[in-house]
T-cell receptor, first 117, second 116 residues
Framework: AQTVTQSQPEMSVQEAETVTLSCTYD???????LFWYKQPPSRQMILVIR????KQQNATENRFSVNFQKAAKSFSLKISDSQLGDAAMYFC??????????????WGLGTSLAVNP | GAVVSQHPSRVICKSGTSVKIECRSL??????MFWYRQFPKQSLMLMAT?????????EQGVEKDKFLINHASLTLSTLTVTSAHPEDSSFYIC????????????FGPGTRLTVL
């Protein structure tokens, strides 16, 4: 069975600086999707970034980028120029691409990010 | 785009009553929706997968008769907590799967249920 591990329960970063959140996963599949979701204090889950395993190029979304290392099964999230609004729980998630109707996400436990002014 | 609404946002009910939570995909159709439960400062726990026009698929340990799921249309899924008890108090979140190029789950804002 697939698992997702986020080894950093809490992180902090100074405003305007860069922070990297780690995520590792375990799977025997070769094709899958990886996601980072953000959950601010409002508790609304927001998609941050999505990566398809067959794509070698790392996904980027404005200040957010990932370092996807398929062989190492690592999927870290880098937040550049951190802003106060980036303070949130960040969840890493995995999903098989051999879906059929199985589109379940496998979730990590989350990393709580604090942004210091 | 890809907006999911959830209603109500908060509900307080007495023990023994039933509560219905609605999840709607506002600008896309979703054949698959998901219901999660989240305890404070914890990750999401998948309760069930809701498939339009068919029975929901429940995760192990989730009582089907207690958490009734109906997915009658491509934009609406409902979760009914029957005979609610204080231990059912929690934050319930739904998501809807946007198929096609996006192939991604989008989440509702959640419902806080408090059972007195």
């Amino acid at each position: 069975a697939q698992t997702v591990t986020q080894s950093q329960p809490e992180m902090s970063v100074q405003e305007a600086e860069t922070v990297t959140l780690s995520c590792t996963y375990d799977t025997s599949e070769s094709d899958y999707y990886l996601f980072w979701y953000k959950q601010p204090p409002s508790r609304q889950m927001i998609l941050v970034i999505r990566q398809e395993a067959y794509k070698q190029q790392n996904a980027t979304e404005n200040r957010f980028s990932v370092n996807f290392q398929k062989a190492a099964k690592s999927f870290s999230l880098k937040i550049s120029d951190s802003q106060l609004g980036d303070a949130a729980m960040y969840f890493c998630a995995y999903r098989t691409s051999n879906a059929g109707n199985n589109r379940k996400l496998i979730w990590g436990l989350g990393t709580s990010l604090a942004v210091n002014p | 785009g890809a907006v999911v609404s959830q209603h109500p946002s908060r509900v307080i009910c007495k023990s023994g009553t039933s509560v219905k939570i609605e999840c709607r995909s506002l600008d896309f159709q979703a054949t698959t929706m998901f219901w999660y439960r989240q305890f404070p400062k914890q990750s999401l726990m998948l309760m069930a997968t809701s498939n339009e026009g068919s029975k929901a698929t429940y995760e192990q340990g989730v009582e089907k008769d207690k958490f009734l799921i109906n997915h009658a249309s491509l934009t609406l899924s409902t979760l009914t907590v029957t005979s609610a008890h204080p231990e059912d108090s929690s934050f319930y979140i739904c998501s809807a799967h946007l198929a096609g190029a996006a192939d991604t789950q989008y989440f509702g804002p959640g419902t806080r249920l408090t059972v007195l």
